[in-house]
C-alpha cells in the first residue's frame, strides 16, 4: 500500500487525481490522508469524489473513504475496463481536470471507453475546454483514438456542461 500525504506542498486535490490514475495504471493500492489540507474547506469536493466514483467503475476497485469532504481515501484498483460511464459533478467541477485522471487508464483498456460529463467546461483555476480539446488531446491523440465534443458550456457555479469523451485503445 502507498501511503500519500495530501497536504504536501499546496495541498490542493491534484494530488489525490494523479494518485488515481497512477495506481489504477500500476495497479498498486494507495491511502492519502489529509486531502485538500492547505485549502479552506478540505476534504473532497464534488469534482474530485466523482473522479473517484468514475474510477471506481472504470476498474472496479475497492474503495474506502468516497464520501464528499472525507479528508482520507483508500483505493485499490483492478483491471481497467471499456464501458459506459455517465457522470454529473452536480457542480461547476472542471470537466477538464477530471478527464486528466480518466484519460490516460482510459488508453489502457481493453475495450473502448466513452465518458458522459456534466459539469464545468470553462473555470477557474482549470485548463478550459478549448485549451483541453486543442492543446492537450492532440498530444494523447498518438497513442489512442481520442474522440471529444463539447454539447453544452458550464460555467461557474451552476455548471451544466456537458462533454462527450471516447477512447478507443490502440
Not at 489540507?37 to 478540505?42: E, F, I, T
Not at 466523482?50 to 481515501?73: D, P, Q, R, W, Y
Not at 472542471?94 to 471507453?113: E, G, H, R
Request: include cysteine; aromatic fraction near 8%.
Amino acid at each position: 500500500m502507498i501511503e500519500l500525504d495530501g497536504s504536501y506542498l499546496e495541498g490542493g486535490g491534484s494530488i489525490a487525481r494523479i494518485a488515481l490514475a497512477l495506481s489504477t495504471l500500476t495497479h498498486q493500492p494507495f491511502e492519502i490522508e489529509n486531502i485538500r489540507k492547505n485549502r479552506p474547506q478540505p476534504g473532497l469536493k464534488n469534482q474530485h469524489l466523482f473522479c473517484v466514483k468514475a474510477m471506481e467503475k472504470l476498474c472496479n476497485a475497492h474503495v474506502e473513504g468516497a464520501s464528499l469532504g472525507s479528508t482520507s481515501l483508500k483505493y485499490y484498483p483492478k483491471k481497467i475496463e471499456g464501458k459506459t460511464i455517465d457522470i454529473d459533478m452536480q457542480t461547476a467541477g472542471s470537466i477538464t481536470l477530471f478527464l486528466q485522471s480518466l484519460l490516460m487508464p482510459s488508453m489502457f483498456a481493453n475495450k473502448p471507453v466513452k465518458f458522459n460529463i456534466i459539469g464545468g467546461t470553462d473555470t477557474s483555476w482549470s485548463p478550459s475546454f478549448d485549451y483541453f480539446n486543442n492543446v492537450l488531446l492532440p498530444h494523447l491523440k498518438k497513442y489512442a483514438d481520442i474522440g471529444c465534443k463539447l454539447i453544452k458550456r458550464g460555467y461557474y457555479p451552476k455548471g451544466q456542461g456537458q462533454v462527450q469523451i471516447k477512447i478507443n485503445p490502440i
